[in-house]
Each structure stands twice: as structure tokens, then as C-alpha cells.
């Protein structure tokens, strides 16, 4: 055993392991080691291999610190001669940290303990260097506090007590009559250390150790220990991490940027953050620490003098008062400066992307804290990407990985003025149910709205939730906000497909439809009071913020391209309206793959016609209503076949249940019935006849088409006349039809059958005929269970991933946001199932659909419709599982098709 | 191929072939073989094999009539002989029918020809014959009839037009005047058969075949082809019936009971159907038809003397009247009464069960046409079954497995008195919801049901459908009749409970409940109105039907004896009131395996304190309701327990959505808000926050107790509470908690641990601790397809079928009653398959969730505990997928543990 090797030191560019030993060394362990091996001053120290942590458990302490103790001793020396320093010196002490590493990060569920070294000869040593009686102190003073807590175990001896440190603290602050830590001096601070080792004193028994090495060995073995505490044994149940894997110990210099002027901190972006231009930037201020950067009481400066310059071309600051009030570090400290931009370069040349620095100066010595992929927006995400590519830095497959899809939503949209947005205030938040931003006025009412809009002002339609009568009014708006309703739900999916901005289910609007009153958090706002909406993030806010229209680089034409070339699987859109349609085709759909045919009935003479079916007491009565609605779906048809010419067509016959169709307003209802020329308690009977308790598990769907066949017929007329006309203009179609709702085969047989005769038929009449297919949406639980049997007669499968999450779970998409948001926050749901596929279980299901459809027919067309086909992982996973194509909203097709590119290279 | 033998003939109690050999001779031709070899006097005939059949369609009907040739005119000579009749004879004609008969039986879909041999010649012998002219050519106008449409296929030309014969008699009706077939007399059948013969030239083309020759190879043939016809493939389809199989070709001699005064036909049963009674009996007419005993016309007479006698008591006929005018057939014919008392007794033994005969004497001669076991009452059911076994002529498994399960509710519920039904009108049919019979006056109101019931009122209560509210009036009520809901909507399960009669979903009743009117087929009935309901059919009937109480006999004991000698599996009860439980108990429940707690919630102080939580705006309000609950919830669960000592009680927690709880119309609304101190505004307010579009979807189950957790808390403790205050008193507890609505492993860890900390606290507090189990409802599909991950941490699994099958179909158990009667009369279902379970589907996710369950826990406890666990095809199939044990209803106890042992026998 004692031949093993247990420490790795690192510092000053050399060290003992390396990027391919995370197993032994842990994630941050082996990167301190390889951020040495490539020239990156980061503060020295040594790691404790993971094995140590499981002879640790298996041998105990005692003995662990036996065959550690020489190895130990020998890095600490190794330390103390790289930084000049000396553990418990009153003039250059060495201080250290202590953390945790495992293989994989498991931020905050271990222990860490800093400015470990510290005793009464050590602070008047950081004292002397740093000028600073108050920060040594209040090192120290933290350094007792942490250790105390961490490695002593001192902590409030019942639920009812009081931490005794914050009660220390909370008496201080008593006594002096401030409310502020940054109110006590040094004297305080000095008393409370005397109190905290007290405390110590008081529950363990023994004085608090002030021999630094004995403080180091507290920090290694309470390390060790922490990877056995509940909440990391639970954090490791949750995300499958063996338990033998162990945790490594780091244990680091501690470096200090407010040790006089010779010091400093700051952060870098090797690239531009906001547009990806590639040049080196950041900001820095002398004699701080790293959160007085954060804080914003100093102005920070910057660190090259380009940007300084620029800078102070913004702040209209003089050169004269730049130079000597706000000079860059390139000036202030070439030497560092230069240091700094080579390991810029290294770090970006080592990583293959563009880096994201902190740093700190102690006493003019560089020393790198972090570095990290930087964070971007998403026309940064583009250009950098470009870039590299261009720069030769990175292939084409690398530049497609590097990009977050989801993110492109920026590029599609409105988003919110960054300046305006900072003094913004949110009102409420609820789903980011459509992506993009809007400001306007609430208004109530659907048919207000678009009286309002064509009058010319801005409208953010305010609704408890929408329904299909609302459709005018939500194109009029610029946003959609709901009180009610999920991801899934009629706004969400409507705002979708329209590209509008929607926010939907927040929960905190109370709205009286009576006295046009929305009440949010007891404040009133009014019809014509201004209000924002973020649909990327679900925020509502107070007031007017001005928006900035998106625009597309070529860059981001670059990446499309690219992510064609590599994706496997085809993308296609959900769209039934002509304009849809098109700016799906320029966004680059290759077919729809659903396209709802009642979409086409909620207006007009349309609206009517389908009304007077719903009203038929008979077949006969039906059938006449029919009639009127055929040349009308016909010429639709015809309409979305010809934007699509060439592509494939998924036509989904009707869904909703009928009472969709009918108004649920006594107004509404007066009106219908002028309209149908019969008497209101008439429509009053129809209405009460089609509620249903539970619509959503009701009768619509096949449902509908298997009770009243004749709609099955007017509409598969409808879809084949449209292509046989279209045929004979010239245009190519290729029609999908497809049978909703599917349960069971023969629920699928039936409505074939009268598809096919219907086909017949048509092609009779016509005197010619075309390919078409008869498929099904798998949407139902027992359809994707019974697959084989389905997949003997429907010719393809489309997964409608809404509904199957529905009935998977068990969730209404439209009530599911009573519970939701807090399954979500207690962590029971790592995501709302209707925005992320649920591999484990929707999954599941979807998987077994497949493989048994395709066990009987070997080459069956397989996609997915649902929302979900717009979601990053969730593309990943139908690319995983063999589907042929994803269909979402034409907004969301630049995401799939990324999305599925990088998929296929994954 | 020649010297394969194709036909086979039987007669004269000889045959060659025999009961085993049903694959070459079809069930019916191996029968009659069977019956002749068991001394059983049957019309002589002849099979013609299946395999005949594939060959027919091999190689094409030429062929094979020529390989069939010699042996059809053998077979043919052997019947003649033994009816002493000739093909075509004017004196003695021997008349043939030709019928189909597959390995299994396929009623109706296949082609038949009766009195096949049948010409100018023939008629006339037969005239001789039976003395009865009209009769003869009656038969000869049925031939051609029927020969003409089946082998010679003449039909109505289009579907506008009519069936060419039916034409004819319609005409010849209308020129004679008359509306009858029974008006025509001679001279009209006379013209009929020309007419016939003429439209089947017209038609054909060719001539009317007169000679019986060419008439039976065409009746073969057709009997044949019709293997092939739409109807017969797409059952064969259905049933999974292979093409190969054939179907064989039965030709029998025509017997006639209407040959005079030595001829008769009549029914017969070797035991007494009504009583189960070991005792012959049975009814004939002389010189009649089959149909003439069912017409009603004549009085029948009895077959045994003593029969004849008992009749005559009953119908006080005198011993002189009865002897002249309807003497038995054992002192009419006592030859022939010998005979046909031999063969019953043979029959019966042979066949080891109760027979239904029917018989026909020609000319003195007996003939049996057929026998089966016969239909009979469930006190027969159960008498016939213990007395075989006690006379040695059954097992007890093989007595077991004669019983029907399900008819065991007429033992257990009253009947209607047989007599006073026939006369009664049916007014609408809904789901048989609750079995049983009753009749009451109609009453719309709970409230008012219970005052009137307490006035000494028989009610029936009529509502569009049940809600928690109405739980006393349903008590109250002797029967209830809703207008909407599935087998599993709260008026259907809550009715089953209670052990009373239900009819659900009966659609064509509307309810006014402002006019107090109820409306079927433009009838209104109003309050007051006596109406009768069937529970056990679903019909509803005006005016007052007598019922009749149940009674259970010694015999219904001894089954259930059996029964639980040889089940493998336990059988439980849903009950969670002290009432339920002994009903169930004395039944033979062994533990319960559903309590549902909320229905503690519905009453008087539990309402208030359960409306005054959901009111409470935070938690403290919350637990502050809970604290009053927990008292009355504890004692619930005591009474219960008391009455379960020593047996198991799965208690589930909190299930259905808060708004069950609080009142929807107005006037209670009010009520509601006066008791609660609290403006009616904020009782509509919260009804409304309370709102969900898809109730069954929502917010409900373990979403309550994972959102409100305190509610479990109260829950566990009143439960653990409850049983260790029994365990003190000396009484025996087996709890079993059980958390339902559970999708993800998480959501049951949360509320387990919930459980398990309250335990801790209860144990401490009480100083004393017994065992519990946690376990889950799988009744969401994902928790099926994830069932490994939760029986990691749960204790015992209860399939909660009900709402698995709403999920995995999407069907609303409260709205399919839109489509599911259509789609069962379609054939798109075979059942409700909230009555039977799905195997195929609902079933898959069922035997999916016990394996994967016991993948990572081997003994894991299963049960069923939705409504399907009382139906015996879905007991089968629990016990085949493994579950320990099946809960139901307490009324349907029985049934369950007769279906148990059943499957365990099977």
C-alpha cells in the first residue's frame, strides 16, 4: 500500500498529473494539473487521489493520515517554495484552501474549508502584507467560523437553537447598535474570534486548534467525511454515482487581489460575449477582491486599451482623465498584461472555444482562479462558431456541438432593450410558453383586440385562457399572456405556431373578465395599462420596454447549412395555414408533419357550416353541412399542397371535441343562434349535450370519425380532390393522411376503410389517381402497447407526444399548473414533461411503438408531432430511437434542424 | 386423393366418426356422430369433411363433386333406408337439410338449405304424408326461397331495389288484400312457388332445378363457397380463425312433428331449470311444429305424469279435464316417453351436466334434433352442481368450473317476480351500473330522497349524475338512475358498495331538474311517477314491478366452500364504512384492499372541517382544519379495523380533486359560506380557483399530498394512531398505507417518508410501534412502465385498474358514453373495458408492472383493486399474471372467490 501513490502537487507551470486522470484525481484536480501543463500560473497546491477516499472509508482516519503524512508534508513544502510563504508565518504566512473533486461535479454537496493556516501569529503576517487589519481579521474571524462549522462539527444543538456563530455575530451587532457586518472594526472582529473559538471550546470540550498543520489534517480527513454526509449519499442516489468512486482533496494556495497596489483581481473574455467578435476583453480593478468587482461600488477598468479606450468613448470620459483615473492593465501593468494575454491565447487554443477568465494579481504576480467556456448570446454563439472554423481552430462537426439550439430562439424573436430591461419590474412569471418579447396595452377580449390593433395600437391579450374563438384576436396582439393553461395548451401551441410571444399559466393573475380588472398580488391593472411579456422566460412586467427586432447574420445561415449536411433525419413543421407554411419552407421545413385540419374551421362561413353539422339531429342533416364545408377544406388544402409542392403532407383528419366548436357565452350563444335561425335554448341543449366531463379523454379524435363517418369522408374527399387538381396544374403533392387518436386497430381498420373507398371513388370521378398514405398518430398509451397490430395496416406513425405525456402521466396540460411548477422545485420533476420529452416513461413507450410497428412493417415512416420535436434533447431522443423526421413549429425548425444535427454526431 | 374418406355418415345409433374427431368433422358433425354412438336417436345423415373444404378450394368445385360423387350417393341410399323415404317421391319423399359446421362454432355466418329434395313430386308425397296440404307447399315456397338466394344467389338488383321474393309476397299480400303470410292459403302458396321459380330464371337464366340431385350438390357447394364470403373472413378475423380449418358439410334427414295426430315435437330439461330440482320435465304439443310450442297458440302439455299433475294443480284444471284434453306424453305415448326418457338419462350422463332437448316424433318415431347444456337460474345453478357431486357424477373441481360467476348476483340482490315483468314496458336502457331490481317513485333530489325515504317512501333517485353530496340520498334510495357516467362513475361505484340496484349512462332520459320533469321519448315523467329498475340488465321500466328478496341457500354455501378449497389467490373488498365492511366479511372478504378515506370526508362535522382546509389560504390554516379531522378520521379507521381484526386493510390515502368537496349550485353555495362565516363571493372564488378542465387529470392523488403534505400527516397518523389504540385494546391490525396516483419513483418516496417519519413520532409517542407497509396504486401507466424503480422503495403494488384503463385508453369513465355503446355495437370493442379488463392493452401494462415489480422485489405483494377485480374473465386473468389478490365491491365477494378458483382449476 505505502508504494502507492496518493498526492499530485501542481504550480508553476509543472505537475504531476494530467487532463486524462479525472478517475483518480477528480474533474478539478486533473485540470489544475493541466492548466500547469499549459503554461497557466493558477495557485499552486497538490491533490489527494479519489482511492485515498475509499481506503479512507475502509481503513478509517487514523491510519489513512499515516500513509499520507510524509507525501503531505512534502506538498505543503512544495507550495510554501513556489509562493514564498510559510504555514503560521507573522510575516508571509502560507494560507490554503481545502475542496472537494469527484469524478463528476457535485456543486455544494461536499465540504470545503478556506484561509486554512490561519492562527494569531498568521493574521498579524497577512496584516503586514495586505495593510489591511480589518480583512486579515475578518479572514480570520470566517477561517474560525468555517472551520468551527465544517471540521468541528460546532452547529445549534436542537432545531429550536440558534447557530452559535450567528448568535456571536447577532450580539455584536446588538451591543454597537449596527445592523451591518461591515459596521463592526477590527476590535470587534478580534473580540469575535476570542467568542467563536469559545464556542468551539463549549461544545467540543477542546481548545480550537491553532497549529496549522493540525488544522490541515482537520480540513483533509472532514473532506473524506463529507463524501459519506446524507446529502451527498442522496445527490449520488439521484444522479447514479457509485459510492466507490470517492471524492479527491485539493488543497491550494490562497492568493489575495487587495494586498496593496501591486494587486489586483478581474475577468476576460477571450472573445466578445454580446457579438462573438474576436478580440480580448474584460475588466479589472487594483487592490480588490473578486466580489468587488461583482458589487459595483468601484468602476472597474478595462483590461486592454483598445477596450479601455472605447470605453471611454461610451462614459464620455476624457483621454486625460481615462489615463489617470481609469487606466487599462495593458498600461498600468505591461508585464502582467502580457502574461495574462498569453495565457488568453493558450487557454483558448487549448479549450477550442472561447474562455471565460478569473483572475487575481498578488504583489504583481499573475495567478489564474477559473477559467471556463464563456457564456454568449446566441449571435455570439453563430460568429464564434463561424470563426473558428475559419481560424482553422475547430472542424465543422466541433462548431455544430458547440452550439446551444435552443438558444437560436434570440435570433427568431423580438428581445427586450438590455438597458430597459434592468430597471424593469417583474409583476409575475409563468410559462415560457413562445419565445420572443412584447409590450402593449391588456386588453380582455379576443374581438376587442383586433378592433384595437386595426385602430393601431399595441395589444397584449390578457386571458384566463384561450380557446379557438380567440384565434382573430391573438393574431391582432403582439403577445399573449394566460392566467391558466401549460405548455401545451391552446395558447402555447397557437402563439407557437403563429411566432407570437406567449406567457402562459401565471398563476398569480386574477382576472375579472365582469370589471375588466387583472389583479396581481392585490395591485389592479386596467384595460390600456402597458405591460411586457418575455416568452423566452415566462416574465410579465410593469410597463412598456422597448423591444429590438431579431435579425439573421449569415453566420447563422452558415451553421444552418452545416447542420444540414450532418443531420440524418428530415425536420418538418406543424402548420395548416398558407402563411405558416411559408415562413416554415424559408426557415427550411421539409414537409409538414401535422397539419390540423380544425384549424381551418374557426372562421367565417367555415365557423357556420361546421356549427350546422354539430347541430344535425341526423347523418342526413350532417351530410348537407358537409357539402357546404368541402369546396372551403378543399381549396385550404390546396392552398398548403402548393406552398408545400414537392414535400410530404400530414394531414391529421378532425381532433377536438365538437364543443370546441360551439360558443360556451350567453352572448355568443344569442348570436349563433341568429345565425342558424333557431332558438338560443336550442343551442343552450347542443352546448350542455357536448360538455364533457373530462374533454380531453372524450369523444373526439377517430372518436368523432367513427361515430359520424360522413366527416371522415368529406374530409379525405376533400385532401384528394385538392392533390388531383393540383396534380393537373403541374404541382406535386404527397399526401399523408392520418387517423387521430388511435386506440386500436380496428378503430384504425375502420376509418382506412373509408378513406380508401372514398379514394376510389375521387380517383373514378377524376379519371386519375396518385399515391397517398394511411397512417396514425401514436398518441394514446394502448396504441403505442398494441403497435403491431396498428402498424399491419397504417402505413406510418406519427408520435403525438402531447397527448401521450397526457395520458402517460396522467396530466392535463391545461390543469397541470397547480401542481407542476412545485413538483418541479421539489425536485420530484427535473422538467415539465410537456417542454422535455420524459425519456424514462413517455419514452418508454414511444420506443416500443416503434420497434413493435417496425416488427411488422420493417420500413414503417416513423416521426413525432408534438411539441417536443422542437426541443433540443428531445430531438436527440427521436434520433436515438429511429424516427425518420421531427416535426415542430415553424419557429422552432432552425432548433431541430440543429438539434438533429448534433445528434447524429453524437 | 381417392381413397382419402371424405364423408362419414351416422344414423340408427351407429356412426363412423366420433366426439374426437371435431378437426375433420366440425363441432357439430363429430356431435351427431357422438350422439347416435350413445344410443341417442338423431335424423340420420352424413358429414362431409373439412378437409374436403381446403380441397374444394384447391381444386375448384368440378373436381371435387367428382371425388365426392359416389360417396354423397351412398350416403345418400343410407338415409333413405333408414327413414324408410326416397329423394323426390310423391309417397314417401326424403327431404334433406344441408347445413355448415366448423371446427368451432360460427353462428350465422355460414350458409344453410333446409327441405332440400323438394319438388312437384315430393310436395305431394308430403301432402300424403301429414294430411296438411298448406303445410307442404308452405315448406316447398320456404325451399325455393331459400335455395334461390342461397346456392342460386338471387338478390335484390342494386340497394335501391327490393328482394325479388319479398316482392312477390308483398304483392301477392296486396292483391288478396291481407297483411299476414298465416292469410295465404294454398292455392296462393301454389302461385308463390311458380312465381319464385320464375324470378330465379329472370335472374339466372336457367330453370328452377327440380331434380333433388342437382338441388343437394348445389347446397353442398354453396355451404362450401360460403367459407369464403366477407361475412365468414372477417369473423374468422376477428376470432382468430385460420382459413386452413374448413368448415365440414352436415346433411340430415328432415323430420316433421306435423305429420298428424302420431307425430309432436316439445322441449324438455333433465332437471328442473328454475330450481335446479333432479327431476325430468318438459312440454309437447302433438301434430305441431317447433315454433308452434314457442308461438304460445296452444297450450302445451306436460311431459311426465307428474309434471302433468303439478301443472294441473296450478292451473286448476281438473284430473278428468287434464287426462282428456292434456294427458302427459308419458300416458299419451308410452313407447316413445320410455325412449325418450332413456335417452335423457343417457344424454345427462353422458354429457355430466343438466340437458335442454329438443325432440321431435314423426310418425311415432323419436327423434332428437338437439341437446345442450341447459340455461338455468342461479339457484339451479348451484343446486345441480352439489347435487352431481353428491350422486357421483361430477368432481368437485368439474362442479366448480360448470358454475357462471356472475350469476351470482341473483342470488344476492332482489329479482323481479318473473310473472309481473312480462307485462312490464321497457322505457330506456342504460349500463348495467349496480345489479339488482327495485322500484320506487322518481325523486330528482338527494335531499329530498332522504326526507322521503324517512317519511316511509320507496325512492328512486333519478340524476344526470352523482356527486359526493347526494351519498346520503343514494343510501336512502332504493335504487338510482342517472342519465350520464360509465360502470365506474361515482353513482356505479358508490351503488355497488352499498350493495343496491343502479342503472348509469342511460342517455335517452333528459332531466329538468328547474320543471322537476323527466323526459324519455317526448314521456315526461315527474316527481312521484313510479318507475322499476334492473341493475343486473340496465333496463328501466314504468310503473311498479314486484321484486323478490333474495335468499341464500345451503347449496350457495357449500360452492363457496369449493371454491375456497381450490382458489389460489385472496380475495378482498373496496368498503371503507363499518356497514360495508361486516357485509363483506360475512361474504368472505379476507382483508381489504381498497379503503378509500374521502368518502369518510362527505358527512355532517368531516364536510366542514374538510371545506374549512381547502378555504385555509396557508398552511397553518391547513393543519389547523387537519387537527379537528384527525379525531373523527381516527375513530373511521377504528371502526373499520374492528371489524377487519386480524385480516389486512390497505388505506389509501387522499385521492379524488379538492372540488369534490366543496358545492357547485348556488343555494349550497351559500349555505356553505354562512356556515363557514365567509361572504358567498369567496366560496364562488375558491370553487372557481378550483376549477380543471380535465378533473381526472389533475390535481389529485399524491399531487395533494406532495403539495399539501401536512394532509398526510394527518392521514398516517390517524391510521397508525387507530391501530395501536386497537392493538392496546387487544385487537389485531395488519395496516397497509397506500399512497395513490403515483407516476414517478419520487413522488412515492416523498410521501413515504412522510409516513414513516409520522410513524416514528406515533411509536415514540405511544411508547409501542406495530408493522405497516407503504405501498402504491399503479394506476398511471408511467408508474407500470417504471414499476422496477418504485418497488425499490414500495412495499406492495394495488393495480388501480379503473383509471389505468381510462389512461391507457383516454377514455373519461364519465364521458365515454358518447362512443363506447357505438363502438361496442360496431364491434370495435368487444366489451366495456371498464366492466372486462383490456388483456391486450390495459393488461400488457398490468403483467409489465407485476414483472418489473418483482424484478427488483421477488415477493412483492400485487392486488387489483378497480371494479374489475369482481369480474370473473379479469379474476382469470390476475390470478394468471400472478396476484396475491383480487378486491372488489362487497357484493361481488362471492363472484370473485368462485372466479378464483375457477382460474386456479383452469
Keep these: 500500500m505505502s508504494n502507492v501513490k496518493r498526492v499530485y502537487t501542481f504550480g508553476d507551470k509543472k505537475a504531476e498529473g494530467n487532463t486524462s486522470m479525472k478517475n483518480l484525481l477528480g474533474g478539478k484536480g486533473a485540470n489544475l494539473a493541466e492548466m500547469n501543463l499549459i503554461g497557466v500560473p493558477v495557485p499552486p497546491g497538490f491533490t489527494i487521489t479519489t482511492d485515498t477516499c475509499t481506503e479512507y472509508n475502509t481503513l478509517g482516519k487514523d491510519q489513512v493520515v499515516g500513509l499520507l503524512k510524509a507525501d503531505v508534508e512534502a506538498a505543503v513544502k512544495y507550495v510554501e517554495d513556489i509562493m514564498g510563504t510559510k504555514f503560521g508565518s507573522n510575516e508571509n504566512p502560507c494560507l490554503l484552501s481545502v475542496r472537494s473533486g469527484a469524478r463528476v461535479s457535485m456543486p455544494g454537496m461536499m465540504d470545503t474549508v478556506l484561509n486554512l493556516g490561519m492562527n494569531d501569529d498568521a493574521v498579524e503576517g497577512l496584516t503586514k502584507k495586505t495593510g489591511n487589519a480589518r480583512f486579515a481579521w475578518d479572514s480570520y474571524r470566517r477561517f474560525v467560523q468555517m472551520f468551527g462549522g465544517v471540521v468541528l462539527g460546532v452547529e445549534a444543538k436542537s432545531k429550536e437553537d440558534h447557530d452559535p456563530f450567528e448568535e456571536i455575530i447577532h450580539k455584536a451587532k446588538e451591543t454597537k447598535g449596527v445592523d451591518l457586518d461591515t459596521d463592526l472594526d477590527v476590535d470587534d472582529l478580534k473580540q469575535m474570534v476570542k467568542d467563536f473559538k469559545a464556542a468551539c471550546k463549549a461544545q467540543t470540550g477542546q481548545e480550537f486548534p491553532d497549529d496549522p498543520w493540525e488544522q490541515l489534517w482537520g480540513g483533509i480527513t472532514a473532506v473524506f467525511d463529507s463524501w459519506m454526509n446524507p446529502r451527498a449519499i442522496y445527490y449520488r442516489g439521484m444522479n447514479q454515482i457509485p459510492e466507490e468512486w470517492g471524492t479527491?482533496?485539493?488543497?491550494?494556495?490562497?492568493?489575495?487581489?487587495?494586498?496593496?497596489?501591486?494587486s489586483g483581481t478581474g475577468v476576460a473574455f477571450t472573445r466578445d460575449a454580446a457579438t462573438g467578435e474576436n478580440i480580448f476583453n474584460g475588466e479589472y480593478l487594483i487592490n480588490a477582491q473578486g466580489e468587488d468587482v461583482v458589487a459595483g461600488v468601484r468602476t472597474p477598468q478595462q483590461i486592454t486599451l483598445e477596450g479601455s479606450k472605447r470605453w471611454a468613448k461610451l462614459a464620455e470620459v476624457s483621454e486625460e482623465e481615462r489615463k489617470s483615473n481609469f487606466p487599462s492593465l495593458e498600461e498600468l501593468m505591461p508585464t502582467v498584461y502580457q502574461e495574462l494575454d498569453q495565457t488568453q491565447k493558450n487557454l483558448e487554443n487549448h479549450y477550442k472555444d472561447m474562455q471565460d477568465l478569473e483572475f487575481t494579481i498578488q504583489d504583481g504576480k499573475l495567478w489564474l482562479l477559473q477559467t471556463r467556456n464563456g457564456k454568449r448570446t446566441a449571435a455570439a454563439m453563430v460568429t464564434i462558431a463561424m470563426d473558428l472554423i475559419r481560424e482553422g481552430m475547430v472542424d465543422e462537426k466541433k462548431a455544430i456541438l458547440m452550439q446551444e439550439p435552443a438558444k437560436l430562439d434570440e435570433l427568431l424573436h423580438p428581445v427586450f432593450d438590455?438597458?430597459?430591461?434592468?430597471?424593469?419590474?417583474?409583476?409575475?412569471?409563468?410559462?415560457?410558453?413562445?419565445?420572443?418579447?412584447?409590450?402593449?396595452?391588456?386588453?380582455?377580449?379576443?374581438?376587442?383586440?383586433?378592433?384595437?390593433?386595426?385602430a393601431g395600437k399595441q395589444i397584449i391579450l390578457v386571458r384566463v385562457e384561450t380557446s379557438p374563438e380567440d384565434l382573430a384576436g391573438m393574431d391582432?396582439?403582439?403577445?399573449?399572456?394566460?392566467?391558466?393553461?401549460?405548455?401545451?395548451?391552446?395558447?402555447?401551441?397557437?402563439?407557437?405556431?403563429?411566432?407570437k410571444c406567449c406567457v402562459s399559466g401565471a398563476g398569480a393573475i386574477h382576472i375579472d373578465y365582469k370589471t375588466r380588472i387583472m389583479t396581481i398580488d392585490g395591485v389592479q391593472y386596467r384595460e390600456g395599462d402597458l405591460i411586457s411579456l418575455n416568452g423566452t422566460t415566462g416574465e410579465v412586467y410593469e410597463g412598456k420596454i422597448a423591444t429590438i427586432d431579431p435579425e439573421l447574420s449569415g453566420d447563422f445561415g452558415g451553421i444552418m447549412k452545416l447542420a444540414d449536411k450532418y443531420r440524418k433525419i428530415n425536420v418538418r413543421t406543424n402548420a395548416e395555414t398558407e402563411r405558416d407554411c411559408k415562413v416554415a419552407r424559408d426557415f427550411g421545413a421539409e414537409g409538414i408533419g401535422?397539419?390540423?385540419?380544425?384549424?381551418?374551421?374557426?372562421?367565417?362561413?367555415?365557423?357556420?357550416?361546421m356549427r350546422e353539422m354539430i347541430l344535425a339531429d341526423d347523418e342526413a342533416g350532417r351530410r348537407e353541412a358537409l357539402t357546404k364545408l368541402l369546396p372551403i377544406q378543399r381549396q385550404d388544402f390546396k392552398d398548403v399542397f402548393k406552398v408545400m409542392a414537392g414535400l410530404p403532407v400530414t394531414v391529421r383528419l378532425l381532433d377536438p371535441p365538437l364543443h370546441e366548436f360551439v360558443p360556451h357565452e350567453e352572448a355568443n350563444q344569442k348570436e349563433m343562434a341568429d345565425q342558424m335561425g333557431v332558438s338560443v335554448d336550442v343551442i343552450k341543449a347542443k352546448v350542455e349535450d357536448l360538455h364533457e366531463f373530462n374533454p380531453m379523454l372524450g369523444h373526439r379524435g377517430c372518436r368523432l370519425g367513427n361515430t359520424y363517418p360522413e366527416i371522415t369522408e368529406m374530409q379525405a374527399r376533400a385532401i384528394l380532390e385538392a392533390a388531383l387538381e393540383l396534380k393537373a396544374e403541374g404541382v406535386k403533392t404527397l399526401p399523408e393522411i392520418m387517423i387521430p387518436l388511435i386506440g386500436t386497430v380496428k378503430e384504425f381498420k375502420m376509418q382506412e376503410e373509408i378513406v380508401r373507398d372514398i379514394a376510389e371513388k375521387v380517383f373514378a370521378e377524376k379519371g386519375d389517381k396518385l399515391d397517398y398514405l394511411v397512417g396514425t398518430m401514436i398518441e394514446i398509451p394502448r396504441a403505442a402497447l398494441t403497435a403491431d397490430k396498428i402498424s399491419e395496416v397504417a402505413e406510418f406513425f406519427s408520435f403525438g407526444t402531447n397527448d401521450l405525456t397526457q395520458m402517460t402521466f396522467g396530466y392535463s396540460r391545461d390543469d397541470a399548473g397547480k401542481f407542476l411548477p412545485i413538483y418541479i422545485q421539489k425536485g420530484i420533476l427535473k422538467a415539465d414533461p410537456f417542454q422535455v420529452l420524459d425519456q424514462e416513461g413517455v419514452g418508454q413507450l414511444v420506443e416500443m411503438g416503434i420497434n413493435k410497428g417496425r416488427s411488422k412493417r420493417p420500413d414503417l415512416k416513423v416521426g413525432i408531432c408534438g411539441e417536443h420535436g422542437g426541443e433540443p434533447s428531445s430531438v436527440e431522443f427521436c434520433v436515438r430511437a429511429g424516427m425518420n423526421y421531427v416535426s415542430c413549429s415553424p419557429f422552432r425548425v432552425p432548433i431541430a434542424r440543429l438539434a438533429a444535427a448534433q445528434a447524429a454526431l453524437r
Design 248 to 262: 479527491a482533496v485539493n488543497v491550494q494556495a490562497m492568493v489575495y487581489g487587495n494586498m496593496g497596489d501591486n
Design 476 to 499: 391582432a396582439a403582439k403577445g399573449i399572456l394566460t392566467a391558466r393553461g401549460g405548455m401545451t395548451s391552446h395558447a402555447a401551441v397557437v402563439a407557437r405556431g403563429m411566432g
Design 594 to 609: 401535422l397539419c390540423r385540419t380544425e384549424h381551418m374551421f374557426f372562421e367565417g362561413e367555415r365557423l357556420i357550416r
Design 418 to 454: 438590455k438597458e430597459a430591461i434592468k430597471s424593469a419590474k417583474v409583476l409575475a412569471k409563468g410559462l415560457p410558453a413562445s419565445p420572443g418579447a412584447a409590450f402593449g396595452e391588456v386588453c380582455f377580449f379576443a374581438d376587442e383586440a383586433t378592433e384595437k390593433a386595426a
